[in-house]
């Protein structure tokens, strides 16, 4: 196995992250107390530093949840955020998977973690909580030494997206808990077991820098995972020369009560329901009982009504000769386009918003675009990179048919809107 040569400080960093539990072992006689909270702190540094890379990554995640009522509109911008100094920029899409690793994964992972090694039945003393922390210090220095070089310094985060980030841990937590699952039982304070413990870590952090910068190498959870070769780089959305033939923006008050209405709809219609349920059975005992899943209802609406309000309130709908760009105003950057030979069917609906403002919104469909179910990810030169929509939706404007002359979709427009109506 070849070592990572002296060039490249981040996999040296990663090297040097496991070297702090063998000297302390070797130098420093830590006991399997240590050297087990050596790693669940290891642990929490790899969380730590994911959760500080998964803001820039540059690439959008091959599972996209585009349609996800309360998630998938900031998973769909197409936007980026520069920030001052050196830094790249963060992607608005790369939040919902931030929430979801450190509200949900990060939790698991160190929750797992810390039973592993409170099944160890450590001793804990003064001079070994010293130890461990010293360890920890070492190893989240050694981690932070590898993003700034490798992510940052190196351009890392244009290969990676949110979801290929949060793969090393995942994989920490399963190659580590794998080793000491199969040595456990011969007991750890066996020394023989103890340096194989500690050899065998070192040997899984290299093998996983080995497959990560050799591209003809995928290992098994590339293959039910996949990795930053299988995710999406996005393409910009071009929009056409000229001034548009149609400009359509519903005004900003239309744009609000539409995320209002969205927000209250999302809590009445999804789970967030229970919670009025349940805050009808507290105010039975005490009014201020139902305050907190009233609270949780609050905030699962706000952040419908947010992400509701990104995704549809600043676009402006501009319709050139066979082209309908969606243009965000508010982040100056084009978010969809469909052109004329792409569309298969168009369809009008209207909802309260529409009815009491008298709009329409109009759906241009691409036709059946889903995707091929398989049980692993294909090799990187076969996975489908192509993110673009099924369908541009534009809600609450007042000419729907204007923007489907200018599409050159008239004809769809009469023949899937106006002859139906007719008929009814």
Known sequence: MRVPSVGRPGPLAVVASNAVAPVGVLAFGWSTTVLLGVFVLELAAVLCWAAVKVPFAAKRPNNAIDDHRLLGALQAKRCGIDLPGPFPPVYLRNLPTLLTLVVLLAP???????????????????????????????????????????????????????????????????????????????????????????????????????????????????RLYGSKETEIEPEPV???????????????????????YRGVVYTL??????????????????????????????????????????????????????????????????????????VKSVVVETDRVDRIFDTESVEFDRGDRTPELQFTVPDPDEVEHDDTPGSLTAPHVDDPKAIADALGVGWLYERDVEEPAAAD
């Open 108 to 222: 698991i992972e160190l929750g797992a973690a810390v039973l592993l090694f409170a099944l160890a039945e450590p001793t804990i003393t003064t001079e070994t909580t010293g130890q461990i922390l010293l360890g920890g210090v070492g190893v989240f220095a050694a981690r932070g030494v590898e993003t700034a070089t490798d992510y940052f310094r190196d351009g890392g985060y244009r290969d990676h997206s949110p979801r290929s980030v949060i793969l090393a841990p995942f994989k920490y937590v399963f190659g580590v808990g794998t080793l000491l699952f199969v040595v456990g039982p011969f007991g750890l304070d066996s020394g023989v077991v103890l340096a194989l413990v500690v050899a065998g870590k070192l040997v899984y952090d290299l093998r996983t820098i080995q497959v990560e910068r050799d591209p003809d190498r995928r290992g098994v959870f590339y």
């Open 238 to 260: 071009v929009e056409p020369d000229g001034d548009p033939v149609v400009r359509a923006q519903p005004p900003r008050t239309i744009a609000v009560a539409d995320a209002l």
């Open 269 to 342: 219609t999804s789970t967030v329901v229970v919670c009025y349920a349940v805050a009808a059975f507290l105010a039975v005992f005490a009014l201020r009982l139902a305050a907190v899943p009233l609270a949780v209802v609050f905030a699962f609406g706000t952040l419908r009504t947010i992400t509701r309000y990104l995704r549809y309130g600043p676009l402006e709908y501009r319709g050139y000769d066979g082209v309908l760009v969606a243009y965000d105003t508010l982040f100056d950057e084009p978010q969809a386009r469909i052109e004329r030979d792409e």
